[in-house]
């Protein structure tokens, strides 16, 4: 079945360092792909998102690439802060499945960002 | 302000015993379910909702019912809780946006089952 896999936390920087967390999915059609936040104590906040490949999402300095060819879509950000640490999923919505809009998540990438 | 509510937002109760979570979503929209998160798994679905009274089965059902008698409404039902059931609990809710989904998520139920 469908199914995304994120890199192991937690990850630490120091602020103002580039962040990459990585994410692969396997799906057997064309998901569309997301990435949450949740910050401590909140629920899931959806960061960006893209829906067919080469889509490029971005939000608050973050962005992720659709690449179909690697299957993946890595968040980045050329300089994080303190505020940004929280935990990231990356998700994927496979449309084919008679539109239920069910999420698959990956397992969650804790970010420590330290002043 | 557009959100989703759920209550309690911590529980801890004992095995056996009844317990119902409620969700509620003022944006009107269609589409609800619920998910457990536990270390190292992600979020995985429990139930969803397309509308009222139309309700099916998510990756990890077994344990649970719910009800959607109401568009706003999809409490999370745990007739008979079990220690396996301490998790944490995340109902969303969402409309078709760009050919997907974005869901819009409550701020998390915390049960203890012991």
């Known amino acids: 079945g469908d199914s995304v896999t994120q890199m192991e936390g937690p990850v630490t920087l120091s602020e103002e360092a580039f962040l990459t967390i990585n994410c692969t999915y396997t799906?057997?059609?064309?998901?569309?792909l997301f990435w949450y936040v949740q910050y401590p104590g909140e629920g899931l906040q959806l960061l960006l998102k893209a829906t067919k490949a080469d889509d490029k999402g971005s939000n608050k300095g973050f962005e992720a690439t659709y690449r179909k060819e690697t299957t993946s879509f890595h968040l980045e950000k050329g300089s994080v802060q303190v505020s940004d640490s929280a935990v990231y999923f990356c998700a994927l919505s496979e449309p084919g499945s008679g539109n239920t809009g069910k999420l698959i998540f990956g397992q969650g990438t804790t970010l420590q960002v330290k002043p | 302000e557009a959100q989703v509510t759920q209550n309690p937002r911590y529980l801890i109760t004992v095995t056996g015993k009844k317990l119902t979570v409620t969700c509620s979503q003022n944006?009107?929209?269609?589409?609800m379910s619920w998910y457990r998160q536990d270390p190292g798994l992600g979020l995985r679905q429990i139930y969803y909702?397309?509308?009222?009274?139309?309700?099916d089965k998510g990756d990890v059902p077994e344990g649970y019912k719910v009800s959607r008698k109401e568009k706003r409404n999809f409490p999370l039902i745990l007739e008979s809780p079990s220690p396996n059931q301490t998790s944490l609990y995340f109902c969303?809710?969402?409309?078709?946006?760009?050919?997907?989904?974005?869901?819009?998520f409550g701020p998390g139920t915390r049960l203890t089952v012991t």
């Open positions: 799906a057997t059609g064309y998901p569309s």
């Open positions: 909702s397309m509308n009222v009274e139309v309700t």
């Open positions: 944006m009107n929209h269609e589409y």
């Open positions: 969303a809710s969402s409309f078709l946006a760009g050919g997907s989904y974005e869901q819009y």
